[in-house]
């Protein structure tokens, strides 16, 4: 079992920066891979970024590439997606979620949090 629990969500302008935080507990996760996926009403939840525990590159969506970082504290389990120069459009709720065995089904999600990028 895995307890996934994002914070760091707000209101923020447009071009302004967020970090959120997904804090991980339960079972050892050195092999997985992290995932943060985002979503607004009427639309499909979109992969935003992902990186594996263990190290290697990470996983960014063209929307976001050059703007987000995903990076991970292991020590404290922690992973962290850095937002910045947001635009209105990133508005929506993100979810970080573990992949237990990479191979791109994630296993494990938490309850969210609401980003709001006002222009």
């Known amino acids: 079992q895995v307890h996934l629990v994002e914070s760091g969500g707000g209101l923020v302008q447009a071009g302004g920066s967020l970090r959120l935080s997904c804090a991980a507990s339960?079972?050892?996760?050195?092999?997985?891979?992290m995932g943060w996926f985002r979503q607004t009403p009427g639309k499909e939840r979109e992969s935003v970024a992902a990186?594996?525990?263990?190290?290697?590159?990470?996983y960014y969506a063209d929307s976001v590439k050059g703007r987000f970082t995903v990076s991970r504290d292991n020590a404290k389990n922690t992973v962290y997606l850095h937002m910045n120069s947001l635009k209105p459009e990133d508005t929506a709720v993100y979810y970080c979620?573990?992949?237990?065995?990479?191979?791109?089904?994630?296993?494990?999600w938490g309850q969210g949090t609401q980003v709001t990028v006002a222009s």
């Open positions: 339960g079972r050892t996760f050195r092999s997985y891979t």
């Open positions: 990186i594996r525990w263990s190290g290697g590159s990470a």
């Open positions: 979620a573990a992949d237990l065995n990479s191979d791109s089904f994630y296993e494990y």
